[in-house]
Nanobody, 118 residues
């Protein structure tokens, strides 16, 4: 059974940094897309960043220039380094792994809270 566990969330001051980590277990396929999504109260879940097992990276406009995604395909881990955080970054952040070929099954972590406030 595939399981994803996030860690590294917490509370920081505006302008601060956090590094989120996700460890996936039970993944038997090699071609993957791993990434991070977030959901703020009252809002839809949105994509933050993704990285494929081939190294292709995508950032949402709100993350580009501030966040860095990285992955270890052998260990099945994906990290998100977040810099210059602002209150609008406050959300529950979710790790996601999916197969990069059909059928593209999705797997989700339980989420980790990130709070940016004074």
């Amino acid at each position: 059974q595939v399981q994803l566990v996030e860690s590294g969330g917490g509370s920081v001051l505006p302008g601060g940094s956090l590094r989120l980590s996700c460890a996936a277990s039970g993944v038997t396929f090699s071609a993957t897309v791993m990434g991070w999504y977030r959901q703020a109260p009252g809002k839809e879940r949105e994509l933050v960043a993704t990285v494929t097992s081939g190294g292709t990276i995508y950032y949402a406009g709100s993350a580009e220039g501030r966040f860095t995604i990285s992955a270890d395909n052998r260990k099945r881990t994906v990290d998100l380094e977040m810099n210059n955080l602002s209150p609008e970054d406050t959300a529950v952040y979710y790790c996601n792994v999916r197969r990069n070929y059909t059928p593209r099954f999705n797997y989700w972590g339980q989420g980790t809270q990130v709070t940016v406030s004074s």
